[in-house]
C-alpha cells in the first residue's frame, strides 16, 4: 500500500466544490448492547447494528458555493485528482455550512454531511 499526498484531493458536490483544500470521511457502525443475565464471560457482549457515514469538507470561501443545509445530491471524495481510484462516492444531504472569518487568515466554509445509504468505494 502506497503513502499518498493529500494534496491531489477532491470533492465534487453540485453548489460546494470551489476551492476546497480539505475533507474528511467517517463510516461506521451502531453497535446494540446484547448483554444478558446468563453472560459467563463477565464482560458485555454486542452485536452489529446498522451502518453509516457522514463528513466534512471545507473550502475558502466563495460565492460560487452556493449549496445550503438541506441541498441533496451526489458526493464524490477524492483522494487522487485523477482517474477513478481512490474515491468514495454516494448520495449524500448538506446538514450544516459554517462560515470563518478569522482576522489574520482566509475566509473559509465547512460543510457537514450524512452520507445516504452505503457510500461506493473505489480503490487501485
Same mark, same amino acid.
Not at 99 to 104: E, N
Given at each position: 500500500?502506497?503513502?499518498?499526498?493529500? !494534496?491531489?484531493?477532491?470533492?465534487?458536490?453540485?453548489?460546494?466544490?470551489?476551492?476546497?483544500?480539505?475533507?474528511?470521511?467517517?463510516?461506521?457502525?451502531?453497535?446494540?448492547?446484547?448483554?444478558?443475565?446468563?453472560?459467563?464471560?463477565?464482560? !458485555?457482549?454486542?452485536? @452489529?447494528?446498522?451502518?453509516?457515514?457522514?463528513?466534512?469538507?471545507?473550502?475558502?470561501?466563495?460565492?460560487?458555493? &452556493?449549496? &445550503?443545509?438541506?441541498?441533496?445530491?451526489?458526493?464524490? =471524495?477524492?483522494?487522487?485528482? &485523477?482517474?477513478?481510484?481512490? =474515491?468514495?462516492?454516494?448520495?449524500?444531504? =448538506?446538514?450544516?455550512?459554517?462560515?470563518? @472569518?478569522?482576522?489574520?487568515? =482566509?475566509?473559509?466554509?465547512?460543510?457537514?454531511?450524512?452520507?445516504?445509504?452505503?457510500?461506493?468505494?473505489? &480503490?487501485?
Amino acid at each position: 500500500m502506497a503513502i499518498i499526498s493529500g !494534496r491531489y484531493g477532491q470533492v465534487n458536490f453540485v453548489g460546494a466544490e470551489t476551492y476546497v483544500r480539505s475533507w474528511s470521511f467517517d463510516w461506521n457502525a451502531e453497535n446494540y448492547d446484547s448483554t444478558n443475565f446468563d453472560e459467563s464471560s463477565g464482560g !458485555r457482549s454486542y452485536v @452489529a447494528g446498522m451502518p453509516g457515514w457522514s463528513g466534512t469538507f471545507e473550502t475558502y470561501f466563495s460565492t460560487g458555493n &452556493t449549496a &445550503t443545509p438541506g441541498t441533496s445530491g451526489a458526493i464524490t =471524495l477524492r483522494t487522487s485528482a &485523477t482517474g477513478t481510484v481512490d =474515491l468514495y462516492h454516494g448520495g449524500a444531504i =448538506l446538514m450544516s455550512m459554517a462560515i470563518t @472569518a478569522p482576522v489574520d487568515g =482566509l475566509v473559509t466554509q465547512t460543510y457537514t454531511f450524512q452520507g445516504i445509504g452505503t457510500p461506493a468505494q473505489t &480503490t487501485a
